[in-house]
């Protein structure tokens, strides 16, 4: 079974600068989430999907973050315009029931720079 | 708001030690995922523990439960060098439905095994 693929693995950019980040899920998957991991911390849930409808958001800063799942498999997540403080690891994961309880299966990051 | 608390955030051990990480959580939650990060990579799983006094083990790692004590430990026995990695609990927020399974992750702990 293929993995929770997300690309880029790796952008640099400057401040002011928009991004964005593509992450397709693993098949069959109707639960998507994007977390953002700074440096020393545990990831933190940005947004959560459920299929193509957003679940949660309530941690996004809607001011400049936006994310969207159309057709409810893969998803994107834009920054604009990129501040300093969003220099992170972008995770995204996909869930499923299993063995009586909802396992999450993380992607391998993009890791984004803002200089 | 759910917190997430682990100590210690740094541990140095030798080969063949003992040690055991903490896990404290302030909400009450019947369940916990414990997960591992090496250097640059994404989140792997390790244990899902599902109910008051769950114990699972895997090779050196060994998890407990105590959902009283709102207390998950990870226990290592005879530790090796390939254990060396950043590891986390993580606590799901809500109950029910499609937002069930939101995480909050601790700050992790960084675990550096010397021969």
């Known amino acids: 079974e293929a993995g929770v693929a997300q690309s880029p693995r790796y952008k640099i950019i400057e401040k002011r600068q928009s991004v964005a980040f593509w992450c397709n899920p693993i098949?069959?998957?109707?639960?998507l989430y994007w977390y953002q991991q700074i440096l020393g911390q545990g990831p933190k849930l940005l947004i959560q999907?459920?299929?193509?409808?957003?679940?949660?958001d309530s941690q996004l800063p809607k001011d400049r973050f936006s994310a969207e799942r159309l057709k409810g498999v893969d998803s994107t997540l834009k920054i604009q315009p990129a501040k300093l403080e969003d220099s992170a690891v972008y995770l995204c994961a996909s869930r499923t029931y299993r063995d009586r309880t909802y396992e999450q299966y993380f992607g391998p990051g993009t890791r984004l720079t803002v200089t | 708001e759910l917190k997430v608390e682990q100590n210690p955030l740094f541990l140095s051990m030798q080969e063949g030690k003992n040690y055991t990480i903490y896990c404290n959580y302030s909400t009450t939650s019947d369940r916990l995922y414990w997960y591992r990060q090496d250097p640059g990579k994404s989140l792997e799983s390790l244990f899902v523990l599902l109910s008051n006094g769950a114990v699972k083990q895997e090779g050196r790692l060994m998890a407990s439960l105590d959902t009283k004590a709102r207390l998950s430990t990870l226990h290592i026995t005879a530790a090796v060098h390939d254990l060396s990695a950043t590891y986390f609990c993580?606590?799901?927020?809500?109950?029910?439905?499609?937002?069930?399974?939101?995480?909050?992750f601790g700050q992790g702990t960084i675990l550096t095994v010397h021969p």
């Open positions: 993580a606590v799901p927020r809500g109950a029910g439905g499609t937002s069930y399974g939101k995480l909050t």
């Open positions: 999907f459920q299929n193509n409808g957003v679940v949660d």
């Open positions: 098949s069959g998957h109707a639960t």
